[in-house]
């Protein structure tokens, strides 16, 4: 996620934004954040999209992280940097099917679905 104002955010804050487009359109609020156990790094981010916004019902989208960032002039706002039709073909889950399996391989996937290079941590 990218900021201008560059200061640790709580979860809670992060899930009770509003997640718009970079065109202003209202898309829905951030779920949950998924945290790499191993890193502690956020690898993706569940965004529960609006009833009506791409006709998408209550379907759930992991984006990864680096999709994100906060609105410079509204605090409460956070910008998605996927285009509308991007998000209309992504693979979406409902709540009661979350990802599940080889969890790297999911992640690999959504970040070349989105065309975000996944950040890994080398070691020392």
């Given at each position: ?11 809670s804050t992060t899930c009770s934004c509003t997640v718009k487009t970079a ?55 956070i910008i998605v940097n996927v285009e ?41």
């Amino acid at each position: 996620m990218n900021t201008d104002y560059h200061f640790p955010i709580s979860s809670s804050t992060t899930c009770s934004c509003t997640v718009k487009t970079a065109r202003d359109e209202k898309v829905g609020k951030i779920k949950d954040l998924m945290i790499d156990s191993e890193t502690g790094d956020v690898v993706y981010a569940v965004l529960a999209v609006d009833e009506g916004f791409l006709n998408l019902g209550t379907k759930l989208l992991a984006l990864p992280w680096q999709a994100f960032h906060f609105h410079t002039q509204q605090k409460d706002v956070i910008i998605v940097n996927v285009e509308k039709e991007k998000l209309e073909a992504a693979p979406g889950f409902d709540s009661d099917n979350w990802p599940k399996g080889p969890q790297h391989e999911f992640i690999d996937d959504l970040h070349t679905y989105y065309g975000f290079e996944r950040r890994r941590i080398t070691a020392l």
